[in-house]
Nanobody, 121 residues
Framework: QVQVVESGGGLVQAGGSLRLSCAASGNIFSVNAMGWYRQAPGKQRELVAAFTSSGRTNYADSVKGRFTISRDNAKNTVYLQMNSLKPEDTAVYYC???????????????WGQGTQVTVSS
C-alpha cells in the first residue's frame, strides 16, 4: 500500500513564506513524476509546479519567480517553497506522484489528501 502525505500548510500574511512537503511511503519500487496542484473554493484544481517524467520542471505562470519546487529522491519527497505569498494563493494544495509498487510493472498516479494554505491580506 502507498501513502502520499502533505504537510506544511497554514495561515500566513501576504508577503510571507511557507514550505510544503509531500512524502510518499509504502511498497514503493520507484517514483517518477511528482507535483503540486491547488484548488481554491469554487475553482478547478490547477497545476502549481511539477517535475515531469523527464526531470524538467513546470510552473504555473502565476507562481513563476515566487515558488520553487524541489525533491529528495532518496526520501521520495517533493517540496514547494512559496515566497511572496498573495491572498489569491489561498487554496488547498495537493501533491501527486507517479509510483510503481514492487508488485507491478506500471506506474499509478497517487494523490495526497491536501493541505490548506491561507494567505491573509
Amino acid at each position: 500500500q502507498v501513502q502520499v502525505v502533505e504537510s506544511g500548510g497554514g495561515l500566513v500574511q501576504a508577503g510571507g513564506s511557507l514550505r510544503l512537503s509531500c512524502a510518499a511511503s509504502g511498497n514503493i519500487f520507484s517514483v517518477n513524476a511528482m507535483g503540486w496542484y491547488r484548488q481554491a473554493p469554487g475553482k478547478q484544481r490547477e497545476l502549481v509546479a511539477a517535475f515531469t517524467s523527464s526531470g524538467r520542471t513546470n510552473y504555473a505562470d502565476s507562481v513563476k519567480g515566487r515558488f520553487t519546487i524541489s525533491r529528495d529522491n532518496a526520501k521520495n519527497t517533493v517540496y514547494l517553497q512559496m515566497n511572496s505569498l498573495k491572498p489569491e494563493d489561498t487554496a488547498v494544495y495537493y501533491c501527486n506522484a507517479q509510483i510503481r509498487t514492487s508488485d507491478k510493472y506500471y506506474y499509478t498516479l497517487y494523490w495526497g489528501q491536501g493541505t490548506q494554505v491561507t494567505v491573509s491580506s
